[in-house]
């Protein structure tokens, strides 16, 4: 079993340079590149050594970094195909709504933990078993992440996400971009498929 790089429809993007696009997609490979040889490797090392050999413990260890970090991208690059729309009346407007008063606070509560000093990811779950949602900035996405819980919106924070075409100290204007692009209609499906 390989996995295999996804292929993104992504549209020409309001403050999102194509260079930036294509910057981003080229480290997603390597995510999948670096999964799948990880895999590979602890399939000839098998039997070849002990359980506890560390070269083989040390890539068990990296391949959560790897995965995660695959999927990730994933999540984020899917956000943005397709034409952007949304809901008013979904259900996840309804809940998040319940929790943050309205759908604009909920964005502005994204917006708000997304400007936290620092890299990583802000993530919005779904939490089907208390029918509401939980907004958090994982600073690895291989560690910090709520378990069990479906990933709703996933906005990458790390410099690679925005470098191209904003410094640091305009990541806030990354972060409209991105909600400029973010197609909801994705993230409301996400949703609704979390409470099946």
Do not use: C
Not at 41 to 65: C, I, M, P, Q, S
Not at 76 to 82: A, R
Not at 101 to 113: L, Q
Not at 182 to 195: A, D, I, T
């Amino acid at each position: 079993m390989t996995y295999q790089t996804k292929t993104f429809n992504i549209p020409s993007l309001e403050g999102i340079s194509e260079k930036q696009v294509q910057v981003h997609l080229g480290l997603y490979e390597g995510y999948v590149k670096h999964a799948n040889f990880i895999m590979e490797k602890l399939k000839t090392l098998k039997g070849e050594v002990e359980n506890d050999d560390y070269f083989a413990a040390e890539l068990r260890r990296r391949f959560a970094f790897e995965f995660n970090g695959m999927r990730m991208h994933e999540y984020y690059f899917e956000q943005f195909e397709g034409v952007k729309s949304g809901d008013p009346s979904s259900t996840l407007v309804v809940v998040a709504a319940e929790k943050y008063g309205s759908g604009e606070n909920f964005i502005r509560h994204v917006k708000e933990v997304a400007g936290s000093r620092g890299t990583g990811w802000v993530v919005v779950y779904s939490d089907p078993g208390a029918k509401t949602l939980h907004t958090i900035f994982v600073n690895d996405h291989e560690i910090g992440q709520l378990a069990g819980l479906p990933i709703l919106l996933a906005l990458d924070l790390w410099e690679h996400a925005y470098m191209v075409d904003y410094v640091p100290k305009e990541k806030k204007n990354y972060i409209d971009a991105f909600f400029a692009n973010l197609n909801w209609r994705v993230v409301e499906k996400r949703f609704e498929e979390s409470m099946k």
